[in-house]
């Protein structure tokens, strides 16, 4: 953790450290000396992530608040430790701010983050803040821990295992484009307001599945798991190779919110290609043996979640396939989600 | 570890993984899946610190390679690691790389990295690449471990107690006066090209004293430390203040390098002023109690580090002074180490 001198940042950690530090048995040093030093618990493995925010990659400052930005990527690492089905615990921050970032923007940027990080008592435990000569970029790595063996990783998926995501799909998308200025008139109805803010709400404020990733590991419900950021098209993607195997989707039992077909009826487009191809949902898509469905289903109930069966695990050569509305089956388009910098036209 | 398309990331994280990845008993998941995991070792405390490098305002790439840049990262995560008495293990290595750096250019970046963490094996576990609109951006996080109540903290400073640095001090902010276009032409006898050489290589690829920092804890020798990343005026003022003590520095005392030297006479510039200032050093700067100054002078015989004692610990209200070489006592000025691009004429 060195030291900047712009951002007035002795007086910041300061600040910083009565905000959201926090010492105890655990944290027997967090933010102030040159590391952190924290006792690992008993009998569980650390699980260790780390997600980069850049302005205009990742987000644009005329759409997005500095809470928004600072919730974004908590989500972003707090959903690849749900994907493994573990607990997060501490929280390092890096952030260089531009020089029209000050003090207060940078503490607004902490709060996005502690906010979204507080459910699950995640301390800030270090970080580093510089000055950026041009753009706002931000650095986040969570730790977590899982008892020994229990994690859910991305190549246990087996032939016939069915595949489950949770929630709805392509609302982030859909609000993501609410927001550019790629949105177009409608061609169709228009959008109810209640509609246009729950899909933006889908794209700012996402949450992480962080209790039913747990869950799914502890009762070993999941055979494999991996989060949703980007789209289903191209994490299904990485899951099956990671497991060696194919999958058939069926389009018919995709999640979707009934904002997202308000929307996609209101803008022309096909809301099964949002489903596929949107990013940024955070939602969880996993693997389960048929044995454990009517398990997985009580729990799921219990939970409150939504889970959907929306497919099943085929052999390798298979490849990658979904069966459309029509009942034609057809290869899964090869798409990887493009943040909106990369989409808009420069 | 969410995935960017640009960079052709997917080819470039099997590279990495295949150069840098390992696994084996601690590294139980490494690159590749939504998170890392690793086993902690028995009986350990962890600890973990992040450090950030911005284009332009830590390096600058017309003076810096890809590799110094990696170094550079490596050192100062590596040094705050050292500074605590504890062993390094693990990097997360996150890049915004903007349109000019190509994947060439990002694995020599990590070659940099890994190269400076090699003697210590750490392993590289994961990370996020993206692109960036403008400017290169590097953050690393590196986690270690440490017996546990070993650690050497910054608030453990007693009145009495000898302050000591390892090395020589100011020779990487002569390198870098050097390599920047702020170096005037001598005033006095010209700079020889190995004296040159030597303090440009001490800022381009300074070394962090991991192995000394170990001994220091495991021997209970010293009884708090700091890594001289801002400078020794500042970095001594961190720790004073966590200890809640002043002290005395005996500015004959300093260790100066025979081409800092011969650099201060050939710029006309005050070596002390040097020493007291210039950051990024990366030498380690600790307290010693009295009774056991023997024994370390022993022990850094026999790691064959320098170790000089520059002054002592006094009470609070003494505050932080230097004694000339006149033998005249005066305060120790505030400064912070500015990093070039905040020093130079905008």
């Known amino acids: 953790m060195a030291h900047r001198p712009r951002l007035h940042e002795f007086r ?15 944290v027997v040093r967090g933010i102030g000396d040159d590391a952190a030093i924290i006792t690992p618990p008993k009998g569980r493995q650390l699980v260790l992530t780390t997600d980069l925010l850049v302005e205009d990659v990742h987000f ?16 972003a690492n707090l959903s690849d430790i749900a994907a493994m089905g573990a607990r997060p615990e501490y929280a390092l921050v890096s952030i260089a701010a531009p020089p029209s970032c000050t003090a207060p923007h940078i503490l607004r940027l902490y709060k996005g983050i502690m906010d979204a990080c507080r459910p699950y008592r995640v301390a800030l435990i270090g970080g580093d803040t510089s000055a ?19 994690s859910l990783r991305r190549d246990g998926a087996r032939v016939g295992d ?25 061609v169709g109805l228009p959008l109810k307001s209640s509609e246009r803010r729950f899909l933006i709400d889908r ?12 869950t799914l590991s502890a009762l070993r419900l999941a055979s494999a798991m991996i989060d949703l950021s980007d789209g289903l098209s191209g994490d299904l993607r990485h899951l099956c ?3 060696r195997v194919g999958a058939e989707i069926d389009a018919t039992a995709l999640p979707l919110s009934s904002a997202l077909r308000a929307y996609a009826r209101s803008s022309g487009t096909d809301p099964v290609a949002l489903a596929l191809q949107g990013g940024e949902d955070y939602e969880l ?23 959907t069966c929306i497919g099943v695990i085929r052999p390798k050569a ?28 420069e």
Chains 1, 2 share one sequence.
């Open 12 to 26: 910041l950690i300061e600040q910083l450290r009565r905000a959201f530090g926090r010492t105890g048995p655990a």
């Open 318 to 345: 298979f490849g990658l396939r979904v069966r459309e509305t029509t009942g034609r089956v057809r290869l899964l388009p090869v798409t990887s989600y493009v943040h909106f910098h990369d989409a808009s036209p």
């Open 162 to 186: 069915l595949l489950y995501v949770t929630g709805t799909l392509g609302d982030a998308l859909a609000g993501l484009t609410l927001l550019s200025r790629r949105h177009r008139r409608s």
């Open 241 to 243: 190779e990671h497991s």
């Open 203 to 214: 794209h700012r404020r996402p949450i992480a599945h962080v209790r039913l990733g747990q």
């Open 285 to 307: 898509l996993f693997t389960v043996p048929p044995a454990k469905q009517r398990m997985l289903q009580r729990v799921a109930r219990r939970s409150g979640r939504r889970v």
């Open 60 to 75: 644009d400052l005329r759409t997005a608040s500095f809470e928004d930005i600072g919730h974004k990527a908590a989500i």
């Open 132 to 150: 950026s000569p041009r753009g706002l970029f931000l650095s986040l790595t969570v730790t977590g821990s899982i008892p020994t063996g229990a």
